[in-house]
């Protein structure tokens, strides 16, 4: 690639975008089909890039750089603007562009999503109280410092006692016994789920504290079985799988 | 943005300042160079040459039109800019402008007055040749030889 003498001082002015009238028409159309003097051009304006070093030094005051981010966020680039011969090399560019569109996005959003945290720490804080609650009602079922009382007809003896309440669409059940017989060494009552169809489904071990006290709170069950009715037998302390005859206690669905 | 902005800034405010020896005006110039790479990302690509020398030609081009008065005159998509150093680093750039400042200080006065003149104040060479009284050719050969000048300080 040689550079035509004839134009090399020209080029230097069409560097420089000096070059007017005739001579910049001329060295255009030249331009146009003579690579080495298009290359001369390109490094010529490169040496007019290292003349700017020469001026390098004072550095902006730092509202011009506040007032550019301004004027960035209030103008959203238009897409099709962008690229016309794309490279990798601009994928850091995006990228900062990116960063910058996101913040501006991001600034907007912040009220909102304050807001909607707000919104959540109180919803969040009413389930909080609704959990506590629960809590307290499972800590009173199932302490063992709670007084029991059973209260049935007057005069009549203290009869064992069972209260089983299932809601079949959670498979979720609470079950409270009074007055039970105190039970032999290694032995355990056990709860049945009695299906409308099918064979007793375990609901629970149990052992009676010193009063004939005992609660089952949500056993694992399989899910949405019909209940029948509920039982209870005597069983081995790890339980059983199916029921041990006789039946102690039983109930149907009211 | 910011990144490219706190990289290239003070190159393109330098150039700016010195054209115009305004600081408003400098900060202007600032400002639309940036805006028109914020606005056409697609006009620079690598191979227009480093963003860092592309941005101080376009910075240049821009303050002369604002000096003259006039309306741009290069549309920035078809600049395209070819030299070795890259002018991304701090450290790059500072050792770039010391080669600058030694190539210049060691051309022939009327060379380097002649460069400055059609470079920082935008006048033409028939303009430089009526202020020199000196023929229209040999303006022209001595801006030339400036440039050829920086880039051999640099190819050494």
Request: hydrophobic fraction near 35%; glycine fraction near 12%; charge should be negative.
């Given at each position: 690639m040689s550079t035509h003498e004839q134009f090399a001082d020209d080029l230097a002015l069409l560097a420089l975008g000096q070059l007017q009238g005739d001579e910049r028409v001329a060295l255009e159309k030249h331009l146009e089909g003579c690579a080495g003097c298009r290359r001369e051009l390109e490094q010529l304006r490169g040496d007019t890039a290292l003349l700017a070093l020469s001026a390098a030094g004072p550095t902006p005051p730092r509202r011009a750089r506040e007032r550019l981010l301004k004027a960035i966020a209030k103008e959203p680039r238009a897409p099709k603007a962008a690229s016309r011969r794309w490279t990798w090399t601009l994928v850091p560019w995006f990228a900062a562009a990116a960063f910058g569109l996101a913040a501006v996005f991001f600034f907007q959003q912040s009220d909102r999503l304050s807001q909607r945290v707000a919104e959540l720490q109180s919803e969040s804080a009413q389930q909080q109280a609704q959990l506590e609650r629960a809590r307290e009602v499972v800590t009173t079922l199932t302490s063992t410092d709670a007084l029991r009382v059973t209260l049935v007809a007057a005069q009549a003896p203290p009869q064992p006692q069972g209260k089983a309440i299932y809601v079949r669409d959670r498979s979720s059940l609470v079950f409270l016994a009074s007055n039970m017989p105190a039970l032999p060494p290694q032995k355990a009552y056990e709860l049945w789920?009695?299906?409308?169809?099918?064979a007793p489904i375990p609901a629970g071990v149990f052992k009676p504290d010193a009063h004939g006290s005992a609660t089952v709170i949500e056993p694992p069950l399989p899910a949405g079985v019909e209940a029948k009715a509920f039982a209870i037998t005597v069983e081995p302390e790890q339980g059983s799988a199916a029921p041990t005859m006789p039946i102690v206690m039983m109930g149907a669905g009211e | 943005m910011a990144t490219l902005y706190d990289r290239y800034s003070s190159i393109v405010y330098s150039v700016g300042l010195r054209v115009l020896g305004d600081t408003g005006a400098a900060e202007d110039v600032l400002q639309e160079v940036f805006m028109q790479l914020w606005r056409n990302?697609?006009?620079?690509?690598a191979s227009r040459g480093n963003l860092g020398a592309w941005l101080a030609v376009i910075a240049r081009n821009r303050a002369i039109d604002v000096l003259r008065k006039r309306?741009?005159?290069?549309?920035?998509?078809?600049v395209v800019v070819s030299v070795e150093?890259?002018?991304?680093?701090e450290a790059e750039r500072a050792r770039a402008m010391e080669k600058v400042r030694g190539a210049l200080g060691a051309m022939p006065e009327a060379q380097r007055s002649a460069l400055e003149m059609a470079y920082f104040e935008g006048l033409t060479h028939t303009e430089i040749a009526s202020k020199t009284g000196e023929p229209l050719g040999t303006i022209k050969t001595r801006i030339r030889a400036g440039l050829m000048a920086l880039r051999k300080a640099f190819a050494a």
């Open positions: 789920l009695i299906p409308t169809n099918g | 990302p697609g006009v620079f690509d309306r741009p005159e290069t549309d920035i998509a078809d150093p890259d002018m991304a680093g």
